[in-house]
Structures are given as C-alpha cells and as structure tokens.
C-alpha cells in the first residue's frame, strides 16, 4: 500500500499538488478530489476508487467542518480518527490528503469566517428548514476547498460527492453553476450494507436495537419505488404512516420532490408522471439519519394522458 502524503497547511498542500501536476506525463491531468469530514468507510472508499479510476491525480480533504453544524454536541460526538482515514485513503491510492487543523480552515474562528457563503432557498428547504444554517455552512466550506485544493492550469479539477447526501449534491452543482466555478460535479450512487442501510459514518452510533429500527427507513424508500416501477400509485401517505407508526423511529419528513430543484413533487391522481428524488429524515436512537431514492415511472406510467 502507498500511503498518502499528508498536508495541514494550505501553502504545503499548495506546493504539493503543483509539483505533483508538473511532474505528470500528461499535458492536461485531471485531478479527482474528494471532499470528506472523515470518519470513512466503504462508501467513501467507493467514491475514491471511482476517481482513482478516472482521474489522473487523486486528492482527498479531511475536515470537520463546525459551520455546518447547528448543534454543537453533535459536532463535538462527530467521530474522527485519522489514522483508520488514511489507511483507507492510501489502500484506494490517493496521493495527496489535506487535513487542515480548524485555525488553518477559519483563524480566529469562531469570530471568523465574516463573510461567507449562502446556499439560498434550496439550503432552507427540508434537512435545510430542520437545520437551518446547515448548507450555507456546507457551501461555505465546500468553496474555500475548491479554491485551495485547484490544481494549477492546465490541469483539470473533478469533484466527487456521493448521492447520498442528495440535497448537498443538488446545492454544490448548483453553487458551481451560479459562480463558475472551474470545477466538474461527479456524483457516485448510494452504498449501503447487507440490510439495504446507507453507508454513513453516524451509523456508528447506532445500537444493535437502533440498527434493526433504522432498516424501516430504506425499507420505506424501495418500497416506494417498487409501487413506481409497477405503475401502481405512489402510496407517499401509507409510506409515511408506516415511519410514523414504527418503532424507536421519529420521522422529520419523507417526500418526493424534484432532484433538481428540491421543490416537492405532489403526485397527480397518486401516481408520479416523471423522475423524483424520495427523501427521507430521521432520528433512530442519537442519531439523525437521512436516505433517498431516485424514483422513474414504467414507461406505460409516465406516457399516461394527465
């Protein structure tokens, strides 16, 4: 295994990656980057062997990141643990890793950062409303890693995100597009565990008696697309009855909206005429969990007169 090197200042990380670009056979390299808060697990490692497969160059940051964190005991229980992070990192060959101390992200902070940036009415939308400040936060920190972890010209920057978090998809694609930001969005499908759960590094919080609870969750979304790709009605109200009523889940919302623009999709007549995102948020045990699912009509179902 070929560890990565690790860099915690921005001037080092700087330095790095240009002479790593400059050495490279390539005239144009592209460098795949992938953004994490650490805490890393299969999932992750799926999105970094997926820019390892395409990229010439792979990068990864490691940074919890407080903005985005309303509640200051989650971002204090946040698990962390470098060391476990950058035996994966290494074992999918990423070369370079930025883990940057919390002064080298905001000096000063929390006085700082004074300005930044807002994920607008898309970041107040469903796990924006519940959390609010959340994705100016992400956004915030998702822009200053652009800028520091770009590679000089003529290189090329893609970044990897995972479908998981779909509304921070929706938001950084968004962002780079209203900013023009030199940067190319690449997104990687959900991974989950033998049971259907999603990857996430919070899982790792849950109880033998919360994990069995929070399988209602992805149980909940495949459903819903089962009754979408069988052209039956949505059933949105029975799914969200079922949450409501299972045990050791307290449901925040399950909705289907537009995988573009957030905004909810209500289906007509009770069943869905084009592709929807199904959301979903939860809290099982200490745990805040969300899941979603892309949801495409039978074709019988979305060529149906309206």
Do not use: C
Not at 260 to 285: C, F, H
């Amino acid at each position: 295994m070929r560890k990565p090197q690790v860099f915690t200042t921005v001037q080092d990380f700087r330095a790095a990656l240009a002479e790593f670009v400059r050495r490279h056979s390539t005239l144009r390299p592209t460098v795949g980057m992938v953004p994490t808060m650490g805490a890393l697990h299969s999932g992750h490692g799926a999105l970094v062997a997926a820019a390892r497969e395409q990229a010439d160059i792979v990068i990864a940051s490691i940074f919890v990141n407080p903005l985005q964190f309303d509640d200051e005991t989650d971002y204090q229980h946040y698990p962390r643990g470098l060391d476990a992070d950058l035996q994966l990192l290494g074992e999918q060959g990423v070369d370079l890793v930025f883990a940057p101390t919390l002064e080298e992200m905001y000096p000063g902070f929390p006085e700082t950062p004074q300005v930044s940036l807002t994920a607008g009415e898309m970041g107040r939308l469903w796990e924006g409303a519940s959390r609010p400040g959340h994705f100016d936060g992400v956004v915030t920190v998702v822009a200053k890693l652009f800028n520091i972890m770009a590679p000089p010209s003529p290189a090329k920057l893609h970044a990897w995100f995972g479908q998981k978090d779909a509304e921070q998809l929706a938001i950084i694609t968004r962002m780079v597009q209203d900013l023009n930001l030199p940067v190319t969005v690449r997104s990687l499908p959900i991974v989950r565990d033998e049971n259907g759960l999603a990857l996430s590094s919070r899982n790792q919080r849950l109880s033998v008696e919360d994990y069995e609870a929070a399988l209602a969750i992805p149980q909940s979304l495949f459903g819903l697309r089962q009754n979408v790709e069988n052209g039956d009605p949505l059933g949105l109200d029975d799914a969200v009855a079922a949450l409501n009523e299972a045990y050791g889940v307290d449901l925040d919302y399950l909705v289907v909206v537009d995988p573009a623009t957030l905004q909810e999709l209500p289906p007509e007549d009770g069943s869905l005429q084009q592709e929807a995102l199904a959301m979903i948020a939860a809290r099982v045990g200490p745990v805040r969990l969300i899941d979603n699912m892309v949801l495409t009509p039978s074709s019988s179902a979305s060529a149906a007169p309206r």
